[in-house]
């Protein structure tokens, strides 16, 4: 059963940045895409970020050219880079293989406020 860990979350000022990382008990991130999801108060997951077994990746349109998502196989984690944040990339931020949906983690706060 693998375990995702989801941590780096926090306060942060609007402009501001974070560094979210996400760590697998085991190594899921070398054989499937990995993503990156968040969840806002009241919306649905959605997903912000993706990234191929091969480094190919894809963003949501409203984070593009602001956050970054990276793999390092050999710890088994998943990163995000987030820049520039705004009041709207508030949210709980989780991680997961979007072809194949393992047990959720419990996500780490993102929240962007002044």
């Known amino acids: 059963q693998v375990q995702l860990v989801e941590s780096g979350g926090g306060l942060v000022q609007p402009g501001g940045s974070l560094r979210l990382s996400c760590a697998a008990s085991?190594?899921?991130?070398?054989?499937?895409?990995a993503g990156w999801y968040r969840q806002a108060p009241g919306k649905q997951r959605e997903l912000v970020a993706r990234i191929t077994r091969v480094g190919n990746t894809a963003y949501l349109d409203s984070v593009k050219g602001r956050f970054t998502i990276s793999r390092d196989n050999a710890k088994n984690t998943l990163y995000l880079q987030m820049n520039s944040l705004k009041p709207e990339d508030t949210a709980v931020y989780y991680c997961?293989?979007?072809?194949?949906?393992?047990?959720w983690g419990q996500g780490t706060q993102v929240t962007v406020s002044s």
């Open positions: 997961n293989t979007p072809e194949r949906i393992v047990d």
């Open positions: 085991l190594g899921i991130f070398s054989i499937y895409a």
